[in-house]
């Protein structure tokens, strides 16, 4: 066996296995709650994240309604107050992050209800403010730097975001949503043509009210097919001629359980049905429903699983971290090309629901501690016994062309199984022969991916946010 610091590594030049067609595995987090600070992005740089997401409310940023289209579209306009966006903005590129910038919550005086429950939204002006950002942040503006990513909208699948989901009994939202989606789309792109939009965003379950009687939103599907005039059919064909504006489609693919697990309901997705959700854009793709200057991709906007502690009704850290890295594999096999996590750190317990960070929360930003699943996210590797062989698959965290070495544990010490070179994405997968029992793990230079046992643990219901039901 070669010592880390001892022989050089070389690729072995045979595989039992055909090298996989090269696709990126992009990886992002949240900035999670307040108190934000240029410390958390980097450490969202530090879990090997190359883009972070926040939310752009336009309610927060439109303190005075424009009385113009003109107004509304300049980034300059006296009723704008961009101060907090531009801080995050600095420090995520100073950490050497793409923002991803979510359009989110229009003002009073944009649409009719209450502000989160958006109905009735004015596209037009939408589209203005949506100029004005994307103006702001063209990298041409005032010294400020370059956002290139806009998504619209956070899950308006669900009334609580986009209202009202249905009209008549027949969906209504999604043609909402098209129209907002092919507005932001032109304003967006008449900045800068390169930037991209991303659609979707999608929530993973069907909502109803709590005493189950109406529905408050609908399955992503049944959503994804009305916006891209598609069928309600396992096989979708198109339906009418109108087509959606857009570069990437996103989804939230929440998981009640492991990583393979299927939603309960058919047109919802989690982890286990992206195939199917894959399928529906492939059929928007084949039948021109997406108007697009390139092959729309396929993202995971949020997902993730609350651990515990803190939350009791949580995962156990060990087995959190073992689904992260899994997850990552499973979201690559469906071809999704940027995968999102919820939350670098944990939200203060038990005042707020979430504690599905990479990090556990400390007294301070600067006291939080790492979770298993920040190393399993950042160095992603799983191991599954096939045959009388091992599959093995992982991402570097350089995201970078690499030297790996696969080894397995025998007794106290960590034996040589193979040496093989990952991608231009840091992507790396073989088949090996299998030897005994003993976990594996991956090495690149100096740095070990958590071990992964080929005994994997059994499937079961567990809320994906603990204790915390909405």
């Given at each position: 066996m070669a010592a880390a610091g001892g022989m050089a590594l070389r690729a072995d030049a045979q595989s039992s296995a055909a090298a996989p067609v090269p696709r990126p595995l992009v990886t992002a987090v949240f900035p999670s709650t307040p108190p934000e600070s240029a410390l958390i992005f980097r450490r969202i740089r530090g879990a090997g994240a190359t883009v972070t997401r926040f939310a752009l409310y336009w309610s927060h940023v439109a303190r005075k309604r424009p009385e113009t289209a003109q107004e509304a579209r300049d980034p300059a306009f006296a009723g704008y107050d961009w101060r907090q966006y531009d801080q995050r903005v600095r420090w995520a590129v100073a950490s050497g992050l793409r923002p991803l910038l979510t359009f989110q919550e229009?003002?009073?005086?944009?649409?009719?209800?209450?502000?989160?429950?958006?109905?009735?939204?004015?596209?037009?002006?939408?589209?203005?403010?949506?100029?004005?950002?994307?103006?702001?942040?063209?990298?041409?503006?005032?010294?400020?730097?370059?956002?290139?990513?806009?998504?619209?909208?956070?899950e308006p699948n669900l009334g609580t975001y986009l209202n009202p989901q249905?009209?008549?009994?027949?969906?209504?939202?999604?043609?909402?949503?098209?129209?907002?989606?092919?507005?932001?789309?032109?304003?967006?792109?008449?900045?800068?043509?390169?930037?991209?939009?991303?659609?979707g965003g999608t929530a993973p379950f069907t909502a109803w009210t709590k005493d189950s009687k109406e529905r408050w939103g609908m399955g992503p599907l049944t959503f994804m097919r009305a916006m891209l005039c598609l069928s309600q059919t396992r096989k979708p064909k198109p339906v009418c001629s109108a087509r959606a504006k857009f570069d990437v489609w996103a989804h939230h693919p929440y998981t009640s359980g492991g990583p393979t697990h299927h939603a309960f309901r058919p047109d919802d997705v989690s982890?286990?049905?992206?195939?199917?959700?894959?399928?529906?854009?492939?059929?928007?793709?084949?039948?021109?429903?997406?108007?697009?200057?390139?092959?729309?991709?396929?993202?995971?906007?949020?997902?993730?699983?609350?651990?515990?502690?803190?939350?009791?009704?949580?995962?156990?850290?060990?087995?959190?971290?073992?689904?992260?890295?899994?997850?990552?594999?499973?979201?690559?096999?469906?071809?999704?090309?940027?995968?999102?996590?919820?939350?670098?750190?944990?939200?203060?317990?038990?005042?707020?629901?979430?504690?599905?960070?990479?990090?556990?929360?400390?007294?301070?930003?600067?006291?939080?501690?790492?979770?298993?699943?920040?190393?399993?996210?950042?160095?992603?590797?799983?191991?599954?016994?096939?045959?009388?062989?091992?599959?093995?698959?992982?991402?570097?965290?350089?995201?970078?062309?690499?030297?790996?070495?696969?080894?397995?544990?025998?007794?106290?010490?960590?034996?040589?199984?193979?040496?093989?070179?990952?991608?231009?994405?840091?992507i790396f997968a073989a088949t090996l022969p299998r030897r005994g029992r003993g976990v594996l793990r991956a090495r690149a230079g100096a740095e070990t991916s958590l071990s992964f046992s080929l005994t994997s643990p059994s499937d079961r219901f567990l809320y994906p946010f603990g204790d915390w039901h909405p």
């Open positions: 229009a003002p009073s005086w944009a649409h009719k209800g209450p502000d989160y429950a958006v109905t009735d939204v004015d596209g037009a002006a939408f589209a203005n403010f949506a100029r004005a950002a994307a103006t702001r942040y063209s990298g041409r503006y005032a010294g400020l730097p370059r956002v290139r990513y806009w998504m619209v909208w956070n249905f009209r008549e009994g027949k969906p209504y939202a999604p043609l909402v949503y098209r129209d907002l989606v092919n507005r932001v789309a032109d304003a967006v792109h008449g900045v800068r043509s390169d930037n991209l939009v991303v659609a982890l286990g049905d992206l195939p199917e959700m894959r399928a529906v854009l492939d059929a928007a793709i084949q039948y021109r429903r997406i108007a697009s200057r390139a092959t729309p991709q396929f993202w995971v906007t949020e997902f993730s699983w609350d651990t515990k502690p803190p939350d009791p009704g949580g995962l156990s850290l060990t087995l959190h971290g073992r689904w992260a890295a899994e997850a990552l594999y499973q979201m690559w096999k469906s071809r999704v090309s940027l995968v999102t996590w919820w939350g670098i750190r944990d939200q203060s317990y038990p005042a707020f629901p979430f504690q599905s960070g990479l990090y556990l929360r400390g007294s301070t930003i600067e006291r939080d501690r790492p979770k298993p699943a920040f190393r399993a996210f950042r160095f992603p590797f799983v191991a599954y016994p096939r045959g009388g062989g091992v599959l093995v698959w992982g991402r570097v965290p350089s995201s970078r062309t690499a030297l790996v070495r696969i080894e397995q544990k025998v007794g106290a010490e960590w034996r040589s199984l193979a040496v093989r070179r990952a991608d231009r994405y840091g």
